[in-house]
């Protein structure tokens, strides 16, 4: 896929195609020193369009599951008004039974490298993302790119849960559209959900309903063989039934790529949800600004008229101690007047921020909804085409096996 992109050096625009080309299993030594098998997926980058006109031969550098956890959670952390693109999971989930589970299995690992694949255009096709350069340098840089992410010490500005739970908690006007959009989330991630285990008791049935006419076939051949004048009609059915049996393996394997397709939006509903916990933080911290701004003013009215309007220690340690001097007074209510100044630009500051990070924040959600519902219409139609397909070569098979049974 072509998408703009900014040049390390001189931050000018350029193409690029991307591709997660294969995986590859590997053995290594973990931090703790440890023997561990993992997989590595080898990402291919070509410039189309140079900037002297000269061809550019291909890049290309192997990375591992956790650099791409990596850059995502950077991208969270210095993105957070954005709805992030989610990563393929790490280990299956909503198979149907006959499909296995492991992370090692070479269809899943298949899979997923399209995911991971998916997932760097989705980064390279958004409009801010895209210019990152850290994400430049996952492409680009195979040696020390771990060194580089962490030395703009992102994981000092991520927020930890417990304040963002305190925040949902304690915020006091939470917006009404975020609001909204977390139940939305919530209402995503359950629907996708609930048609995922739908589908793989469907893949179950399905399986079994194709292997029964995998016996038919075995019955067939078998009877075929003591027959004389049926002999040839029940081979040639049971040579139908054979064929229509052996090609639910390919189906279902089809079926994953699709449900993969849903899955891709399961993960994205944590993604919004991640963008509301943040716009949750942005305004407690308002709040909590707020508060404090009128928590000093108030401060500094009662010590400028001499009546305090709310009990206080320092009210009780005037009282049993004696009254500070004017020139006490007169000092504390100098800093207090700083403080009130730098609290109201503080809060200022803060309002602009919010603000911003609001407008932001609904650009791209919009965004996101757009290609949302592009994605999941044209995912669900491919689906149904699919299935469509499949019961007319199941009317197929049945057509032939009955004009094999009327000949007899």
Same mark, same amino acid.
């Given at each position: 896929?072509?998408?703009?992109h ?9 193409k690029?195609?991307?591709s997660?080309?294969? &995986?590859e299993?590997r053995t ?5 020193n ?8 080898? $990402? ?6 140079h900037?002297?006109g000269?061809?550019?031969?291909t ?12 850059l ?5 952390v ?5 709805v992030v ?11 149907w ?9 070479p ?7 399209i ?18 350069k ?16 962490n030395e703009?010490?992102?994981q ?20 009404k ?16 959900s ?8 469907v893949a179950?049935r399905?399986?079994?309903v194709?292997k029964?006419?995998?016996? !038919?076939?075995?019955?067939?051949s ?7 004048e ?12 054979d064929? !229509? &049996? ?16 849903l899955k891709? !939006?399961?993960?994205? &509903?944590?993604?919004?949800? &991640? ?7 942005t ?7 707020a508060?404090?701004?009128?928590a ?15 009990f ?7 009282k ?9 007074r007169?000092?504390? $209510? ?10 109201e ?13 609001v ?5 791209d $959600? ?13 995912a669900? $139609? ?27």
């Open positions: 896929m072509n998408f703009l900014m040049t390390e050096n001189n931050f000018s625009l350029k690029i195609e991307i997660v080309s294969e &995986a299993k290594g030594r973990n931090a703790m440890m023997q561990e098998t993992y997989t590595a997926y080898l $990402i291919e980058t070509r410039s189309v369009e900037s002297d000269q061809s550019v031969l890049d290309s550098l192997w990375r591992r599951y956790s650099e791409f956890e990596l995502r959670n950077y991208l969270l210095y993105y957070p008004h954005i693109p989610p990563l393929p999971e790490k280990r299956a989930e909503f198979v039974h006959k499909l296995s589970a492991d992370n090692m299995d269809d899943f690992v298949e899979r997923r490298r995911g991971l694949e998916n997932f760097l255009l989705r980064v390279a096709s958004h409009p801010i993302l895209c210019r990152d850290i994400f430049y340098l996952f492409l680009t840089q195979e040696g020390n790119w771990k060194e580089t992410v703009t010490g992102f000092l500005k991520a927020d930890s849960r417990l304040k963002a739970l305190n925040a949902t908690f304690r915020v006091k006007n939470p917006d559209r975020f609001i909204e959009l977390k139940h939305y989330s919530d209402e995503l991630q359950s629907v996708i609930h048609l995922l285990r739908v589908r793989a008791r179950d399905l399986y079994g194709y029964v006419h995998g016996n !038919y076939g075995r019955v067939f078998e009877w075929s063989a003591i027959e004389k049926m002999g040839d009609g029940l081979q040639s059915a049971g040579h139908h039934m064929v !229509y &049996a052996a090609s639910i393996d390919d189906i279902l394997e089809d079926e994953e790529h699709y449900a993969d397709q891709e !939006y399961l993960f994205y &509903a944590e993604a919004l949800r &991640a963008v509301c916990r943040k716009h949750e933080l305004q407690y911290d308002l709040e909590t600004a508060q404090d701004l009128a000093k003013k108030q401060q500094c009215e009662e010590l400028a008229t001499g009546t305090v309007r709310t206080s220690l320092k009210g009780m340690t005037t049993l101690f004696g009254q500070e001097t004017p020139e006490q007169e000092a504390r $209510i100098k800093m207090l007047e700083e403080q009130i100044k730098e609290g630009q503080q809060l200022k500051s803060k309002n602009l921020e919010g603000r911003e990070f407008k932001n924040a609904w650009a $959600i919009e965004r996101f909804k757009e290609q949302k519902n592009h994605d999941l219409k044209e669900l $139609i491919s689906y149904a085409v699919m299935q469509i397909s499949m019961c007319k070569k199941g009317i197929q098979v049945w057509t032939n096996a009955k004009e094999c049974f009327s000949k007899m």
